[in-house]
């Protein structure tokens, strides 16, 4: 039987299980981040640095300073942006080329 990957997020005083594969991109908003899924968007209180070290999650990859993205999510992409579900996400010059190697690899 295949175990589903999952997380937990301290949302309040509660820790929240959330299956990686629900997870559509993440966005910096100051020292929280926005961890937006198939069905929530949740506020976390820690930065896109703490939670990329805290969580070796391979599908997700930076795009942006204030953006990281589940590959495995991205409807399509230009050279400016990733589209996920109705989301535009923007690709910075410096994040673009592990972006493209990255989708490439899939």
Same mark, same amino acid.
């Given at each position: 039987e295949e175990r &589903?990957? =999952?997380i937990f997020i301290r949302i309040d005083k509660r820790h929240l299980k959330v299956p990686i594969d629900t997870i559509l991109y993440l966005e910096a908003a100051g020292s929280y981040l926005r961890l937006i899924t198939i069905k929530e968007k949740y506020s976390l209180s820690q930065n896109l640095s703490q939670f990329m070290r805290t969580h070796n999650i391979p599908?997700?990859?930076? =795009?942006h300073r204030s953006y990281v993205v589940n590959l495995s999510?991205?409807?399509?992409?230009?050279n400016e942006s990733v589209y996920i579900a109705k989301s535009r996400i923007p690709i910075?010059?410096?994040?673009?080329?592990?972006? &493209?190697?990255?989708?490439?690899?899939?």
């Amino acid at each position: 039987e295949e175990r &589903m990957e =999952v997380i937990f997020i301290r949302i309040d005083k509660r820790h929240l299980k959330v299956p990686i594969d629900t997870i559509l991109y993440l966005e910096a908003a100051g020292s929280y981040l926005r961890l937006i899924t198939i069905k929530e968007k949740y506020s976390l209180s820690q930065n896109l640095s703490q939670f990329m070290r805290t969580h070796n999650i391979p599908d997700l990859v930076r =795009v942006h300073r204030s953006y990281v993205v589940n590959l495995s999510k991205v409807d399509s992409f230009d050279n400016e942006s990733v589209y996920i579900a109705k989301s535009r996400i923007p690709i910075s010059s410096n994040h673009k080329e592990e972006f &493209m190697t990255r989708i490439r690899d899939l």
